[in-house]
């Protein structure tokens, strides 16, 4: 008798685990999705997105910030930054040429972290970063040319840098 | 390998029905093998003979990459190691370099690495049962894990700027302080998720359907756990404590309250249970970080060149979501390591498959390996 | 109000076979133009099924589902039916050709027939048989035939493995659908559809009333006849990629997919019928006036939601599990079922 009991009790327990089940799926038939329909509505990415790096043009002086001091090469795990630079007549070293293969990027980051002189940021704003050509992926100082607005350049009494580099990220 | 197989099929073999064994492959390209695993599988009839894993279809080689980078350097790789977990080997590697050097992170970012480390946790297990449930065939819990799991990347995004390869956790540190509104979003975020955790138990734990099909399936005794290197959650599930965070205490695992969770039945769905209970033992140890916070700095000062004692090496382990993830460094008075070994919680968890699946059925494969929460790029490396 | 609609397209019709000069052959054209009604009316409605199913599912994941084509994603069907009819034949070398070709046909046009006896209204049916229910059970189990050649002709383990376990989980699964039908055909004595529709109207419930029992058992065996999740493991995808229609593209894949939601929809149909009273308005709805036909497809509806929520709640079963359930525990309840019916059906003496 109690083996039938059991057998009843089992069946009877199963089917209201299931009726369990359904009503949680049922709650949500009627509640708000969570889809994001994402080339209509966009997301604003935050501030410290590593989305896409960007050579900071500084309009007024008409140059790149960079100066060719060679920090985010050597910091580069996959050595996909390739970048030139000649001794202006100023004495100042200016960058000629930049190149960063982002088809071997991993936006680690120690690049712009290896920056001392505020020449590589991310900007979290452009993330869609796909291309139709695998050579569009090498861009060059013109394609990363980004004039920073007003209201993100850092402000004079802080420094340029909050982060310090990694250390050891440059050897 | 298949051959291997295929020679040892005898035709009208064993069975009373005199039928023949035949093989089948089960991936590298298959719905339910998470990625690129392949197993090749002997069946009779719907009974499995025997299963094998075939491994290095996602070999990146991420040990040798590692010869040839410097210590930072070699975080950036860490993250694809165990991708869906990858604070937790971020954080292994930073552990494992400091121990090597002798470097001590600062209080702030022993408890950042804490909380980063456990939600990474919550979000790893919260894939794993999404994954696990479609396994046996309940898709639906997958999507609710995964919605979860959008708002702790949201939380790291917030932070590090990355959503998977977050290359936070570095050596002596970590890589930025949190927000000011981290500790706000990351609380708000806990009280939203833990009525989600009911919300999973009433889906899956006592469903019927979900008790016949890992109850009693895949059974890892202790010892044969032990003796094949199970570890992590699946060992747990066998009622063996292993839990580095309590053995070996690293960071501040000794001054928060957390039990280790254990099971003793050693099936799939003790497995399941282990995992279900550290969602919230995670979320308990998040909360008392947040709480322990104090401002401070979140960075040792390091010398310009991490170099490695000459001739030192040093086996540094930590609980991953997965199980132990240990870090073999042997380093050679350079800034490159000159060996890093990956000692992987998936790895060592895949090959106790076969011993599990003998003699079950065709479909017992599927939820014995769901349960074993392995990730291919974590076997492969 | 359905029957007179049924008359005034009959006299549209009687005069269309007039002026083409038909008329001595109108009985078989009646028949012709019923059977492609109802086929069009199936496929808009399976077409719908598919959709509905999507967004159904969608909705309980909190995902939107298809939404793109036409409003609410309602062509989106259409256009997948476009793709798929479009599509390039795929089919391997070595399979076994006659077979292979006829089973996708075959899968659906059994599923199909079934729907041919059920009333949608009061006299609005297209072949009102008097042994309807023996004939739906009998049509229906083509299906295994169907594929169980699908299986074995693609020369696919997974296909072939999916073949067996259909064909295992369809022959025991047919027990406990039978039986479940069985007490209200000792309650009713009778085997047409229609009979029992009225049958329910003239006793004044619904035999999901005392027949609850027999009610879910239905259920879970049609789910398991259609091969639907939590029984769907002929095409278990996280085992056997596609089971027995893995091979299959294009057009032939098509009519699976087809066949699989007109089982649906035939055992939906059926349970409406038998269970919920068919034509019948809902109780202290009658008022409403509505067509019978409304009321019909609501509960066809209902039925096909419950149906759509198991499957995407619940974990599928394993194949050993699966013979358990049907023959351990629907197998049972079903036949304890038709005994105590059949005591109360002496004590009162409804028999007929």
Known sequence: MGAIFTYFKNILTGFWNLLLGLSVTTKYLFKKTNTQQYPEEKMPLPARSRSMIKLIYDGEKDQFNCVACMMCAKACPNSCIKLEGVRGPDGKRRMTTFKLDFSTCIFCGYCVEACGFDALTFVSEEYENSVYKRGSLLQDEQAMKWNRPAHLAPKPEEPAKVEAAPAGAKA | ?381 | MGDQIVQWVAGLLRQAYAMLGLSPIAGILDRIVCAVAMFGFVSVFVMFLVWMERKVSAHMQSRIGPNRVGPFGLLQTLADAVKLTTKEDVHPVKRDKIPYFIAPILAFVATFMGMVVVPFDNKVVVADLNIGVLYIIAITSFTVIAILSAGWSSNNKYSLLGGFRSAAQIVSYEVPLVLSIVPIIMITGKLNFSSIVQYQQQAGYWFVVPQFVAFFTFIASATAEANRAPFDIPEAESELTGGFHTEYSGVKFAMFFLGEYVAVVVSSAVAATIFLGGWLPLPFFGFLHLPGFIWFMAKVLFIIYLIMAFRWTFPRLRVDQLMDFGWKVLIPITILNILITGFVVLLLGKGA
């Open chain 2, 1 to 381: 390998m298949t051959d291997l197989l295929l020679s040892q099929i005898k035709p009208g073999g064993e069975s009373p029905f005199g039928t023949d064994e035949y093989v089948v492959n089960m991936g590298p390209q298959h719905p339910a093998t998470h990625g690129v695993l392949r197993l090749v599988v002997k069946l009779d009839g719907e009974t499995v003979k025997e299963t094998m894993p075939v491994l290095g279809y996602l070999h990146r080689s991420i040990e040798k990459i590692c010869e040839n980078r410097t210590y930072p350097q070699c975080i950036t790789y860490t993250d694809r190691v165990d991708y869906v977990s990858a604070m937790s080997v971020n954080l292994a590697f930073a552990l494992a370099t400091e121990r090597l050097m002798g470097l001590e992170a600062p209080p702030r970012a022993q408890w950042l690495r804490m909380i980063f480390v456990e939600l990474q946790r919550l979000a790893s297990h919260l894939l794993w049962m999404g994954a696990f449930a479609g396994d046996i065939g309940a898709l639906t819990p997958f999507l609710y894990g995964l919605r979860e799991r959008e708002r702790i990347l949201d939380l790291f995004e917030m932070t590090c700027g990355q959503r998977l390869t977050y290359n936070y956790i570095r050596i002596g540190g970590v890589m930025i302080d949190i927000l000011p509104e981290f500790i706000p979003k990351c609380k708000a975020f806990l009280d939203y998720f833990e009525p989600r955790i009911v919300e999973y138990e009433e889906l899956l734990t006592y469903n019927p359907i979900f008790l016949e099909r890992t109850k009693g399936v895949g059974v890892i005794s202790a010892e044969v756990g032990i003796n094949s290197g199970v570890c992590g959650p699946s060992l747990r599930g066998s009622g063996v404590s292993c839990d580095v965070r309590k053995q070996q205490p690293y960071l501040f695992y000794d001054q928060v309250k957390f039990t280790e969770c254990l099971q003793n039945d050693g099936d799939c769905w003790a497995r399941y249970r282990v995992r279900m209970d550290e969602l919230r033992e995670s979320i308990s140890i998040v909360r008392q970080c947040l709480e322990r916070l104090e401002p401070g700095p979140i960075e040792t000062k390091l010398p310009p060149i991490l170099k490695a004692p000459p001739a030192s090496e040093i086996y540094s382990r930590i609980e991953s979501s997965r199980g132990e993830m240990g870090i073999y460094l042997v380093g050679d008075g350079t800034a490159k390591p000159y060996k890093a070994k990956y000692r992987c919680a998936s790895f060592s968890n895949t090959f106790v498959l076969d011993q599990l699946t003998r003699g079950w059925k065709v479909a017992d494969i599927m939820a014995v390996l769901g349960s074993l929460d392995m990730i291919v790029p974590e076997v492969d490396r």
